[in-house]
């Protein structure tokens, strides 16, 4: 017998990575916006320590890489509150490293908490939309995830690797009045670039020092200088989950919004350029 609280939330959300970062940070946003937020992470108690007890708050331990304990942090929230109306999938770390410098162990590593981790969760809790018919399914990409970069090859094939599922997930759940969204952001001021959340590949290699090797500098120099204020990420979270038809993708900072036009003003004019070798292949009409 459930005995999910009956405040009145405004929705219940989902919330991965939820103890520090962007994740306590849209917690707390949409805690303050009226929402009920069931925040995991691997450490419940720094959750608890960080956003404080609430009746609108439920702390969940959760590894993303235990599909296990992916269910079962979700019957905890579906128990406490009704149901899960925005799922932020947000739980992920960063490697820096040229791809030839990435070793195999933290390749598998990265793959197990940014796609396969986010593919637990968002399993476990698509059955509970579903059955709503509503919902919102929020993946965490990145400026990287649009547009690769020298030096961060393997994660941004990561989130290469959500850009394709959500994309998927847009088509597949929007007949069933549960929409999927993208949020792009670009350098933003937290702690991404500490150790705590981002792997340097040890195995360096001198050939890449002009490419890999100069993100490796730049990232010392921008850490905590980055232009982006998590505060307003968190706030635009807020009002993503307002709207009555939320988009596919939402870049957040100017410099996703300029490395998206690059990207794209790229592939205009290089398709442009082999357009006749490219439409040479087909079958004669």
């Known amino acids: 017998m459930s005995n999910f609280t009956k405040q009145p939330f405004k929705r219940v959300w989902f919330i991965t990575g939820a103890s520090r970062g962007l994740g306590a940070l849209i917690a707390q946003a949409a805690i303050d916006d009226g929402n009920a937020v069931v925040a995991t992470g ?3 108690a720094a959750i608890i320590e960080r956003l404080g007890e609430s009746p609108s708050l439920l702390s969940v331990a959760l590894d993303v ?5 992916a269910r079962a942090a979700v019957e905890a929230a579906v ?19 040229a791809v030839e410098e990435s070793s195999d162990a933290d390749v598998r590593r990265i793959y197990e908490t940014n796609v396969f981790g986010l593919l637990n969760v968002t399993r476990s809790v698509l059955p509970v939309m579903r059955k709503q018919r509503s919902g919102h399914v929020i993946n965490t990409s990145s400026i990287v995830g649009y547009q690769a970069a020298a030096g961060v090859g393997v994660y941004s094939s990561t989130k290469f690797a959500v850009e394709g599922i959500t994309e998927a997930l847009h088509a597949e759940l929007k007949p069933l ?16 670039l500490d150790a705590s959340s981002l792997v340097v590949g040890k195995n360096i290699i001198d050939d890449y020092a002009d490419t890999s090797g100069k993100l490796r500098r730049l990232a010392v120099e921008i850490n905590h200088n980055q ?5 307003k990420l968190a706030a635009a979270l807020v009002r993503l989950a307002d709207a009555p038809e939320p988009p596919l993708r ?9 490395a998206i036009a690059e990207k794209n003003a790229y592939v205009t004019a290089e398709t442009e350029t082999w357009k006749a070798l490219s439409a040479s292949t087909d079958f004669p009409a």
Not at 79 to 97: H, M, P, Q, S, T
């Open 42 to 44: 691997r450490n419940a």
């Open 65 to 69: 890489t235990d599909e296990a304990q």
């Open 79 to 97: 128990e406490k509150f009704g149901r899960i109306d925005v799922l932020v999938n947000n739980a992920g770390f960063g490697l820096l490293a």
């Open 177 to 192: 009045g549960v929409y999927a969204t993208l949020i792009e952001p670009g350098f933003f001021r937290t702690d991404f």
């Open 227 to 231: 232009p982006g204020d998590p505060a």
């Open 250 to 258: 939402l870049p957040l900072g100017t410099d996703t919004l300029k």
